[in-house]
């Protein structure tokens, strides 16, 4: 192992350098907790920060390390966990790979260092892209693979010039399409198998990130209101509730936070409610600003998939249900992989109704 090893983990070379070193995982997770303590920070810093943070100064941990992250997240086996974690793995690679090129450039170190170039051939992408005087192009089959999790309508092919079977990027957007061909490598087989052994002596650090993703704020950056992206239960309990059905206090308590949990406001949720002869005016407006904090200590989050299953509330699960552990899970998730186009929200297209009248 070496530290251009421990700078991409992800390598066929770092993977070939570890099974040559003949690592016993079960040893390692059970007897160097510096290096589970790192996997557990690549994992911890991916939901927080979005990156897997500085690597550590011994290479053995830090080669080590990646291995068990990657364990861990197939152990706890959430669609967000592994996607939060995966892009993060990936974000760090193009920050190094920046880092590094900036590095050949200033020649300030004599620490081996990954071009562009060794990426291109790490990933079998040297024959599909080719440097031009304006920057690179890229065939079209590697672009639609790559481009195709990339936001923005500037991504999509219909906006891109074409010629010849080839699509010109710029040095910044090939490096975006690296990134993701990064994220594939690290998602690559997740979750793994994992022998029994391995996962007992990992059951705290379990727990632990199982409790962070229970405890983590999913909706924090997002404010954007699409029904038809909607966990299936709560598209239920809005369709009940518009119907004018009886929804028992653990099924209305479910849906307006759900609701404050996304963006609405009082006011708009209360205008949801109205059309429910079971829902006051009055009531309804005290029961979700207790909800939002705005008359209580306590900022309520809608209840997880399992305390839904549990009242009954979970209805009309689809596949995307068996990834998940929580509403606002499926939520993030369904926006994630929304097209730009999709993402119209409810209040904007009332707004045009409202003008068009």
Same mark, same amino acid.
């Given at each position: 192992m070496e530290?251009?090893h421990?700078r +991409?983990?992800?390598l066929?070379? %770092?993977?070939?350098?570890?099974?040559?070193?003949?690592?016993d995982?079960?040893?390692?997770?059970?007897?160097? /907790?510096?290096?589970? =303590?790192r996997? !557990?920070? /690549?994992i911890?810093l991916?939901?927080?920060?979005?990156?897997v943070? =500085?690597?550590?100064?011994?290479?053995?941990?830090?080669?080590l390390?990646?291995?068990?992250?990657?364990?861990?997240v197939?152990?706890?086996?959430?669609?967000?966990?592994?996607?939060? +974690?995966?892009r993060?793995e990936?974000?760090?690679?193009?920050?190094?790979?920046?880092?590094?090129?900036?590095?050949?450039?200033?020649?300030? *170190?004599?620490?081996?260092r990954?071009?562009?170039?060794?990426?291109?051939a790490?990933?079998?992408?040297?024959?599909?892209?080719?440097?031009?005087?304006?920057? +690179?192009?890229?065939?079209?089959?590697? +672009?639609?693979?790559?481009?195709?999790? @990339?936001?923005?309508?500037?991504?999509?092919?219909?906006?891109? =010039?074409? %010629?010849?079977?080839?699509?010109?990027? &710029?040095?910044?957007?090939?490096?975006?399409? $690296?990134? =993701?061909?990064v994220?594939?490598?690290?998602?690559?087989?997740?979750?793994?198998?994992?022998?029994?052994?391995? %996962?007992?002596?990992?059951?705290?650090?379990?727990? /632990?990130?199982?409790?962070?993703?229970?405890?983590?704020?999913? !909706? /924090?950056?997002?404010d &954007?209101?699409?029904?038809?992206?909607?966990?299936?239960? !709560? &598209?239920?309990?809005?369709?009940?509730?518009?119907?004018?059905?009886?929804?028992?206090?653990?099924?209305?308590?479910?849906?307006?936070?759900?609701?404050?949990?996304?963006?609405?406001?009082?006011?708009?949720?209360?205008?949801?409610? @109205?059309?429910?002869?079971?829902?006051?005016?009055?009531? &309804?407006?005290?029961?979700?600003?207790?909800i939002?904090?705005?008359?209580?200590?306590?900022?309520?989050?809608?209840?997880?998939c399992?305390?839904?299953?549990s009242?009954?509330?979970?209805?009309n699960?689809?596949?995307?249900?068996?990834?998940? *552990?929580?509403?606002?899970?499926?939520?993030?998730?369904?926006?994630?992989?929304?097209?730009?186009?999709?993402? $119209?929200?409810?209040?904007?297209? @009332?707004?045009?109704?409202?003008?068009?009248?």
């Amino acid at each position: 192992m070496e530290s251009l090893h421990a700078r +991409y983990p992800f390598l066929r070379s %770092a993977r070939e350098a570890v099974a040559a070193a003949e690592v016993d995982l079960a040893e390692v997770v059970g007897g160097e /907790r510096t290096v589970v =303590e790192r996997a !557990m920070e /690549r994992i911890e810093l991916a939901l927080e920060e979005g990156v897997v943070g =500085e690597q550590h100064r011994r290479v053995r941990v830090e080669v080590l390390s990646y291995p068990v992250a990657r364990v861990l997240v197939s152990l706890v086996d959430e669609h967000v966990l592994t996607r939060k +974690y995966t892009r993060a793995e990936a974000r760090t690679a193009r920050q190094r790979l920046e880092a590094d090129r900036q590095g050949s450039a200033l020649k300030s *170190s004599r620490r081996r260092r990954l071009g562009l170039s060794d990426l291109l051939a790490e990933f079998d992408l040297s024959e599909t892209v080719r440097e031009t005087p304006d920057g +690179y192009h890229v065939g079209v089959g590697t +672009y639609l693979r790559l481009a195709a999790d @990339q936001f923005g309508d500037e991504w999509r092919l219909v906006n891109r =010039e074409l %010629a010849d079977g080839e699509v010109p990027v &710029t040095e910044a957007e090939l490096l975006s399409l $690296v990134g =993701e061909a990064v994220r594939q490598r690290v998602d690559d087989g997740l979750p793994l198998p994992v022998p029994d052994p391995v %996962a007992t002596e990992l059951d705290d650090e379990q727990g /632990r990130l199982r409790e962070r993703l229970a405890d983590l704020d999913l !909706m /924090r950056d997002i404010d &954007t209101v699409v029904p038809e992206m909607f966990p299936p239960c !709560m &598209t239920y309990l809005l369709d009940q509730i518009q119907k004018g059905e009886h929804l028992e206090h653990h099924s209305r308590f479910a849906i307006a936070s759900f609701l404050t949990s996304i963006g609405l406001s009082t006011d708009e949720i209360v205008d949801l409610f @109205q059309v429910n002869p079971g829902f006051g005016e009055d009531v &309804t407006r005290y029961q979700v600003d207790h909800i939002r904090g705005a008359t209580s200590s306590t900022d309520y989050s809608p209840p997880s998939c399992a305390t839904m299953q549990s009242y009954g509330d979970c209805v009309n699960m689809d596949d995307r249900c068996e990834t998940i *552990s929580h509403p606002l899970s499926y939520y993030g998730d369904a926006l994630d992989d929304a097209d730009e186009d999709e993402l $119209v929200d409810w209040r904007e297209r @009332q707004t045009e109704a409202g003008e068009s009248d």
